[in-house]
C-alpha cells in the first residue's frame, strides 16, 4: 500500500494548488454577487415603492382652498407582502406636514418635479424605505411633496434568501471540484496501481519475472520512471543470472579436481605399509575431502532449484516418490543405528510438481534427519491423511523455536551442530524446490515433544 | 581382461590405471575422443571409461560413433556433469551404465567389475556376503561352506534381497519375484518366510531387516 501521512501526497498537493486560487475566486464572485443581489432587490422593491407613490401622489388636488388626497386600497395594497411590511406615509407644504405620520421627517429643501426619490431612514428604531415626490398642484405655487415609507423586513428577506442560494451554490461548487480532483486523481494514476499489481504478482511467484514492465498501461508522464525501472530490472537480472552461473560453473569446475584428490586419497588408503601417523593424515584429508564433495553437490543442486525452468509443473505420485527416496536412505539410517520407517494414508496420491524436485526435497529432509538426529532414534517418513501433507519426523534434538526462521537461511548451522559435517544448504535446497512447486514447508515439534517435524503440504493435482 | 580408460584429465587417470592395475587387468589409456575411437577397434576390450569432457569431441559423439559401428564394448560414462537429462541421453545413445564425479573407487571397480562380467554373458554366478554363499546356477546357499536346507520359496526370497544387499526390496516386489499369480497366498505369507529364513541364518553374519512401510534389507552385519 502506499504510505499516507508524512509523504507528500498528490491529491494533497492538487487540491492545495486548485482549491485555494478557486476559493479566492469564489470570495470575489460571492461579493460582488450580493453586491448584485442588494442592487436587484432595491431596484425591484424601490420600483414598487414608487408605484404606490405615484398612486397616491396622482389624487392630490385643490377643492374648495383645500388640498384633497384620496387614499385609494389599491396605492397602499400593492405594498403589502408576506413579511407584512409596514406602510407609512405623510404629505407636506412649505416644509409643513399636511397630513400621514409625523415621525416621517419633511423635506424642506426643494426637490426636481416630477423625479422620485429614495433615502433610508428609520421610523421608530425602525430601518424603513422613504420614496418623496414633488409635485404641482393647480391653484399652489409651490410643489406639494409626498413620501411613501415601508420597512425593510421583506426586501431583506429576499436580498437573504438569495444570498444563501449564491453561498449553497459556490459551496456545492467547492465539494464536487474537491471529489473530481480525488476522483481524477485516482482515474490519473489506476495504470500505476495497475502496475504496481503486476509487480507485486511477481514477488509472489516462485521464479521471479525480470520481463520489462508493459509500457502500454503507463500513462506518459510516468513513462520515464517506468523506462527506468525496467532497466534496473534488466540489470537486476543480469546481476542474478551471473551470479547462478558463476555459482553452478565454479561448482561444476571444483568437481573435476576434487575427483582426483578423492581418488589418490582412497588409494592411498589401501596402502598397508604406511605408518600410523601417514594413516591418520590420510584419513583426515578423505573426510575434509568428502565434506567438501557434500558442500560442492549441494552448492549445485541449490543453483539448480534457484534456476527458472518450467520443469517444476506436472503431477506424480507422492507415496510412490516418497517410498522410493525413503528406501535409498534406509541402510544409511541402519548404519547409524536409526530406525526408519514410513507410514502412508493412501494407496497413492497424486500431487502437483516434479517427482525429481519432491525426492531431492525428502533426500535432503532425511539426510538431516540422519545427520543431526540421534543415534539409536527414530525417522518416521509420513503420508498424512490431510490432503498432500508429507512429514518427516525425527527425536532429536530439534531446531529451537527461535531458529525455524533461520535454519532456512544459507549455511546457517545451528551451534550444536557446528562439529559435525555439514553444509548448510539442505533446507535452503528444500525451500528453493518447494517454492518451484508452491509446496509450503513448515517446521513443527513432534507430538513426542522432542526431535522435529518437517511438514510439507503439497498442491493437489489437477484432475 | 583389457580395460580402455578414455579420460583427459591426466592426473585422475593415472590413479584410475593404478586401481585397475592392482587388479590385474590390462589397462590401456587415450586422453582424447579420436585416440579412442582409434584405439578402440584395434584391440578386444572387455570394457571402456569413457569421460564425457574430452578436449576434442564430446565423450557422447564418440558413444555414438562406436555403437554406429556395431561395437558391443560395455561402456561406463564418467562425467562431472550430473543432471538427469545427461544422465538418460547417455544411457538411450547406448552407454551401459553412469557415473558422476566425484565417485568412490570401490564403486568405480564394482561396476566396472560388473560390466567385464556382463559382456562375457556370466552376471554374478557366485554371490559373497561376508559368510554368505549363494550359487545363483544351482541356487544352492551356504554358510560357512556349510549347505543351507532352504525350500524354494525360502531361497527365492533370499535371492532377491541377496542381489539388492543393502538395498530396501518391497513387499510388492519380493511377492511378484516369490509368488506365481496363481498361488494362494495368505496376506502374511510373505513375514512367514522371512521368519523362517532369519532362523535359518542365525549362525551368519547376515542380517534381514524390517524397514518398517518400505519392505526388508539384507546386509552384512558389522
Known amino acids: ?463 | 581382461m583389457r580395460l580402455l580408460i578414455v579420460e583427459d584429465d591426466a592426473a585422475l587417470s593415472r590413479a584410475i590405471i593404478k586401481v585397475f592395475r592392482s587388479q590385474g587387468l590390462a589397462v590401456d589409456h587415450v586422453s582424447s575422443g579420436r585416440d579412442a575411437l582409434e584405439i578402440v577397434k584395434m584391440e578386444p576390450y572387455s570394457a571402456m571409461i569413457l569421460d564425457l569432457g574430452l578436449p576434442d569431441m564430446d565423450g557422447l559423439q564418440v558413444l555414438k560413433t562406436i555403437r554406429q559401428a556395431h561395437f558391443n564394448i560395455p561402456i561406463l560414462i564418467l562425467t562431472a556433469r550430473d543432471a538427469t537429462t545427461d544422465r538418460v541421453v547417455g544411457l538411450d545413445q547406448g552407454a551401459d551404465d553412469y557415473l558422476s564425479k566425484p565417485f568412490e573407487v570401490a564403486e568405480l571397480e564394482a561396476r566396472v567389475r560388473a560390466l567385464i562380467r556382463r559382456g562375457q554373458g556370466n552376471p554374478e554366478p557366485t554371490l559373497h556376503l561376508g559368510n554368505l554363499k549363494l550359487d545363483r546356477a544351482s541356487g544352492a546357499a551356504y554358510v560357512c561352506d556349510q549347505l543351507l536346507e532352504l525350500t524354494k520359496r525360502e531361497r527365492a526370497v533370499l535371492e532377491t534381497l541377496a542381489v539388492r544387499v543393502g538395498n530396501v526390496v518391497s513387499k510388492a516386489r519380493l511377492n511378484a519375484e516369490v509368488f506365481s499369480y496363481d498361488d494362494q497366498v495368505a496376506p502374511n505369507a510373505l513375514e512367514v518366510y522371512i521368519a523362517r529364513l532369519r532362523r535359518k541364518l542365525e549362525k551368519s553374519d547376515i542380517e534381514i531387516v524390517t524397514v518398517r512401510g518400505l519392505g526388508y534389507l539384507l546386509r552384512v552385519a558389522k
Open chain 1, 1 to 463: 500500500m502506499i504510505q499516507i501521512g508524512k509523504k507528500p501526497s498528490l491529491k494533497g498537493r492538487l487540491l492545495l494548488t486548485l482549491l485555494l486560487p478557486l476559493c479566492a475566486i469564489l470570495l470575489a464572485l460571492g461579493a460582488s454577487g450580493a453586491w448584485l443581489v442588494h442592487r436587484v432587490v432595491e431596484a425591484a422593491s424601490d420600483r414598487v415603492l414608487s408605484g404606490s407613490l405615484q398612486a397616491v401622489s396622482e389624487t392630490l388636488a385643490m377643492e374648495g382652498g383645500y388640498l384633497t388626497l384620496d387614499l385609494p386600497p389599491s396605492a397602499l395594497g400593492m405594498l403589502e407582502n408576506a413579511d407584512r411590511d409596514n406602510v407609512y406615509y405623510n404629505v407636506s407644504y412649505r416644509g409643513k406636514l399636511i397630513t400621514g405620520y409625523p415621525e416621517l421627517s419633511v423635506i424642506s429643501h426643494a426637490m426636481p418635479l416630477e423625479e422620485i426619490e429614495f433615502r433610508d431612514s428609520t421610523f421608530r428604531g425602525i430601518p424603513i424605505r422613504v420614496a418623496s415626490e414633488a409635485r404641482l398642484v393647480p391653484q399652489l405655487n409651490s410643489p406639494v411633496i409626498v413620501q411613501v415609507a415601508e420597512t425593510t423586513k421583506n426586501r431583506t428577506a429576499l436580498a437573504n434568501r438569495m444570498l444563501t442560494a449564491l453561498g449553497m451554490g459556490e459551496l456545492l461548487l467547492l465539494i464536487t471540484i474537491a471529489i473530481l480532483v480525488f476522483q481524477a486523481v485516482d482515474w490519473g494514476l489506476k495504470p500505476l496501481s495497475d502496475l504496481r499489481t503486476e509487480v507485486e504478482a511477481r514477488s509472489h511467484q516462485p521464479d521471479i519475472n525480470f520481463a520489462p514492465l508493459p509500457l502500454s498501461l503507463v500513462p506518459q508522464e510516468a513513462l520515464p520512471f517506468v523506462s527506468a525501472f525496467n532497466s534496473l530490472l534488466g540489470h537486476v537480472e543480469t546481476a542474478v543470472e551471473t551470479l547462478r552461473r558463476f555459482t553452478s560453473d565454479a561448482s561444476h569446475q571444483l568437481r573435476a579436481p576434487l575427483t582426483v584428490v578423492r581418488t589418490h586419497v582412497e588409494l592411498l588408503q589401501r596402502h598397508s605399509d604406511a605408518s600410523p601417523e601417514m594413516r591418520g593424515a590420510v584419513s583426515d584429508i578423505y573426510q575434509a575431502v568428502r565434506s567438501l564433495q557434500h558442500l560442492i553437490i549441494q552448492l549445485i543442486s541449490l543453483a539448480k532449484a534457484e534456476r527458472p525452468s518450467d520443469d517444476a509443473t506436472g503431477q506424480f505420485d507422492l507415496v510412490e516418490c516418497t517410498a522410493a527416496t525413503a528406501s535409498t536412505y534406509a541402510s544409511r539410517a541402519l548404519a547409524e543405528n536409526m530406525d526408519l520407517s514410513f507410514e502412508t494414508a493412501f494407496e497413492t496420491l497424486p500431487v502437483a510438481g516434479n517427482p525429481i524436485f519432491a525426492g531431492e526435497m525428502i533426500a535432503n529432509l532425511l539426510d538431516n534427519a540422519i545427520r543431526y538426529g540421534r543415534t539409536g532414534g527414530h525417522i518416521v517418513v509420513r503420508i498424512a491423511p490431510d490432503q498432500g501433507v508429507l512429514e518427516v519426523e525425527d527425536d532429536g534434538p530439534g531446531v529451537p523455536v527461535k531458529d525455524r526462521e533461520r535454519v532456512f537461511e544459507r549455511f546457517f548451522r545451528l551451534p550444536q551442530n557446528q562439529d559435525r559435517e555439514g553444509s548448510g544448504l539442505g533446507l535452503s535446497i528444500v525451500q528453493a524446490l518447494g517454492r518451484r512447486m508452491a509446496a509450503v514447508i513448515d517446521l513443527q515439534t513432534p507430538a513426542g515433544g522432542q526431535g522435529l517435524k518437517v511438514v510439507i503440504r503439497f498442491r493437489p493435482a489437477l484432475a
